[in-house]
């Protein structure tokens, strides 16, 4: 069964910090993974990973992949307090169409 | 505008009878998504569909039901087996292959 564990659960921290999210997994047959932004109802999307090592960034927002460990991180720099949302990663599964989601991380940002 | 419409938004069941949530995506998108988000919780996979008259469960597919009789429609019916329905149900799309996934705005189902 695919499985994706997300960590810390829930941040608290204030504006202008720089935060990390952390997510690592377990899939069978790994294509890609995927970060989204849930802030009130609809996760929008954020990033789509496929191979070690090479960053993907957006502003403020950069994420990369590890595929030996294997992990993901999303570093969000100069947080602001639009950054406050639910962050999600996710995994697809090649062979089947899957696409696993974790937990999420909870993030606050106190002005 | 190309996109994808849940419907309700709302819905109160009592307790024993079915429900349907509507999914309808106007994208062409080949596989559809049914997840299940409880508070504080991440989504957990229902059922998913990668073509028309095909689906496959998710992780939690007890007390679920699904069909795919249209490429644009994925409804899922909440039956009266479901345990503890009370949740908020995301719908979502994706073309086959390579891509990132779609959502809709989502239902709150609760049950009185």
């Known amino acids: 069964e695919d499985k994706v564990v997300q960590s810390p659960l829930s941040l608290v921290v204030h504006e202008g910090d720089t935060v990390t999210l952390n997510c690592s997994y377990e899939?069978?047959?790994?294509?890609?993974l995927l970060w989204y932004k849930q802030e009130k109802k609809a996760p929008t999307f954020l990033f789509m990973l496929?191979?070690?090592?090479i960053e993907k960034k957006s502003g403020r927002l950069s994420s990369i992949l590890d595929k030996k460990e294997p992990f993901s991180i999303l570093n969000i720099t100069a947080t602001q307090t639009g950054d406050s949302a639910v962050y999600l990663c996710?995994?697809?599964?090649?062979?089947?169409?899957?696409?696993?989601f974790g937990t999420g991380t909870r993030l606050t940002i106190i002005p | 505008d190309g996109g994808i419409t849940q419907s309700p938004k709302y819905l109160f069941r009592k307790e024993g009878q079915n429900v349907t949530l509507s999914c309808e995506q106007n994208?062409?998108?080949?596989?559809m998504y049914w997840y299940r988000q409880d508070p504080g919780q991440g989504l957990r996979l229902i059922y998913y569909?990668?073509?028309?008259?095909?689906?496959q469960k998710g992780d939690i597919a007890e007390g679920y039901s699904v069909s795919r009789e249209k490429k644009e429609s994925f409804p899922l019916t909440v039956t009266s087996a479901q345990k503890n329905p009370t949740a908020f149900y995301l719908c979502?799309?994706?073309?086959?292959?390579?891509?990132?996934?779609?959502f809709g705005q989502g239902t709150r189902l609760t049950v009185v």
């Open positions: 979502a799309s994706r073309d086959r292959g390579h891509t990132e996934a779609f």
């Open positions: 899939v069978t047959n790994f294509r890609s």
């Open positions: 496929t191979s070690s090592g």
């Open positions: 996710a995994v697809d599964n090649f062979g089947n169409e899957k696409l696993t």
């Open positions: 994208l062409n998108h080949d596989a």
């Open positions: 569909s990668q073509i028309v008259n095909d689906f």
